[in-house]
């Protein structure tokens, strides 16, 4: 009897120590940085006092966006809400055009020696091509800001799971595959058995990669094309000097792409049966 409560004081106290750790690393230091964050802004707020708003101002300022995210007041007075789902629309439309491009390139590429002397030296020349600089050839294409918007995020969203698809179908143990040629596997069986499985953690890294960049791309594309959506937001808002709504925009674009990067890692999750990393 004494050394079982031995053992269930023993396991009491790792519990406890195991809480402590989970509540700091998860709960405690997450917020000490947060309130990092908003001191740097409230000093900055007090330096500046003219135009910059301290973080209870702010709050105050956008009370009403906050409470009443999808009201519709006009033409072009949406909530926020209305315009984050507008901006989603184009970045997951482009971003899934572009998977659905760059996934079977990628594994062409990665399989296919010749494939890879093809369009190795292409990639390479696009893939450094700032995005902002496909807006006036889709604009000409296009002849409309919303198609536009999609193109550049297409060819934003394209490069990233191409090169990491391709790099994960040519990471494949040699050994994998002489031991399909051995039990003389169709084509298409170690494709689907051997290939797919292997590849598929760096095929995720680039969809995240890509998904990222997409969402970073569509608010400067939305500031320069203009129309309905958080990038055009943020910057008619600078325009009128309110700050207040700005700071806004940015909490909630930051939130938007990690919630969009937990989706993401969640589905490579289910899909790898693997967990994600979280990088």
Not at 34 to 55: D, G
Not at 143 to 158: E, G, W
Not at 166 to 188: H, I, T
Not at 228 to 249: H, K, P, Q
Request: no cysteine.
């Amino acid at each position: 009897m004494q050394n079982r409560s031995q053992l269930v004081a023993i396991g009491r106290r790792g519990s406890f120590w195991i809480q402590r750790y989970v509540w700091r690393e998860q709960v405690i230091l997450p917020m000490a940085g947060f309130a990092l964050l908003l001191a740097i802004w409230w000093v900055v707020a007090l330096f500046r006092r003219e135009l910059v708003p301290t973080p209870p101002q702010a709050f105050v300022d956008n009370l009403d966006y906050i409470l009443h995210p999808f009201y519709r007041r006009g033409p072009g007075d949406l909530g926020v809400g209305w315009l984050l789902l507008a901006s989603l629309r184009r970045v997951l439309i482009g971003f899934l055009l572009g998977a659905v491009v760059a996934i079977p390139m990628g594994f062409w590429i990665g399989m296919s020696p010749s494939a890879m002397a093809m369009f190795n030296p292409t990639v390479q020349i696009l893939r450094p091509v700032s995005p902002l600089a496909w807006l006036p050839i889709a604009l000409s294409i296009f002849n409309s800001a919303d198609p536009a918007a999609i193109f550049v995020i297409f060819i934003t969203s394209l490069w990233p799971t191409l090169i990491n698809t391709a790099l994960g179908v040519a990471s494949v143990p040699q050994d994998y595959l002489d031991v399909a040629l051995v039990l003389e596997m169709p084509r298409w069986r170690r494709i689907l058995k051997i290939i797919w499985p292997a590849a598929l953690p760096y095929v995720f890294t680039g969809l995240r990669i890509s998904l990222g960049i997409a969402w970073l791309v569509i608010v400067a594309v939305e500031m320069l094309t203009g129309g309905i959506g958080i990038g055009f937001f943020v910057w008619d808002e600078w325009n009128r000097l309110n700050l207040s709504a700005v700071f806004l925009s940015v909490l909630l674009i930051g939130a938007t792409g990690l919630v969009l990067d937990l989706a993401l890692r969640r589905i490579q999750s289910w899909v790898t049966h693997r967990p994600a990393t979280q990088t």
